[in-house]
């Protein structure tokens, strides 16, 4: 099994450009998650699914939608990206939210 | 806010010590979880301790939770250089939405050779 995926590693945006990270999973993984880690912050979830076509709101959602139309894929979309949104994304996945795995992440810079 | 804070926020030991880190957190909780960070990785899950649970063990893993005072320790034996990484306590509230787990501010132990 691959695990958790995460496409891309590395982007850098500008400010009001707008794009999707991805995440994917082959573990069959009804729970699905995004956080963001900043430095000093620990991570904050941004959106997670219980299951396809069920999503809701983390901690800081605002600026970031999600949809989960299959149980492998979770993409996180920024709308109009933010200096304020340069972060390390991470997506996890997992059989339920009690234990979680976690992908590589992507870095993300927005000038 | 966060709902867990480590402490101490660094720890440095020699290899073969034992290391010791905190978790409070502030209401009630279904679970607590540990996870461990190695610089520009992923997460990777340690081990959980439910609130009905006082202490649990995973090979050199030591876990205590002591709902009373709203708090945990993960002690790890014999550490080793490998053990170098940031921790992260998770907790899962009680009550309302039980599909959110909130993440500390991590402890960065560095395990000298």
């Known amino acids: 099994n691959a695990g958790v995926t995460q496409t891309p590693k590395f982007q850098v945006l500008k400010t009001g450009q707008s794009m999707t990270l991805q995440c994917a999973q082959d573990m069959n993984h009804e729970y699905m998650s995004w956080y963001r880690q900043d430095p000093g912050m620990g991570l904050r979830l941004i959106h997670y699914s219980v299951g396809a076509g069920i999503t809701d709101q983390g901690e800081v959602p605002n600026g970031y939608n999600v949809s989960r139309s299959t149980t492998e894929d979770f993409p996180l979309r920024l709308l109009s990206a933010a200096p304020s949104q340069t972060s390390v994304y991470f997506c996890?996945?997992?059989?339920?939210?009690?234990?979680?795995?976690f992908g590589p992440g992507t870095r993300l810079l927005v000038l | 806010s966060q709902q867990g804070e480590e402490d101490p926020q660094a720890l440095s030991i020699q290899e073969g010590e034992n290391a010791t880190m905190n978790c409070s957190y502030k209401?009630?909780?279904?679970?607590l979880q540990w996870y461990r960070q190695n610089s520009g990785r992923g997460l990777v899950h340690l081990i959980l301790i439910r609130s009905n649970e006082r202490e649990k063990h995973s090979g050199r893993l030591r876990v205590t939770l002591d709902t009373s005072k709203k708090s945990s320790s993960l002690l790890i034996t014999a550490s080793r250089a490998a053990d170098t990484a940031s921790y992260f306590c998770?907790?899962?509230?009680?009550?309302?939405?039980?599909?959110?787990?909130?993440f500390g501010k991590g402890t960065l132990l560095t395990v000298n050779p």
């Open positions: 996890a996945s997992g059989r339920d939210q009690e234990t979680q795995y």
């Open positions: 209401t009630s909780i279904n679970n």
């Open positions: 998770a907790t899962e509230r009680s009550g309302g939405s039980n599909y959110k787990l909130t």
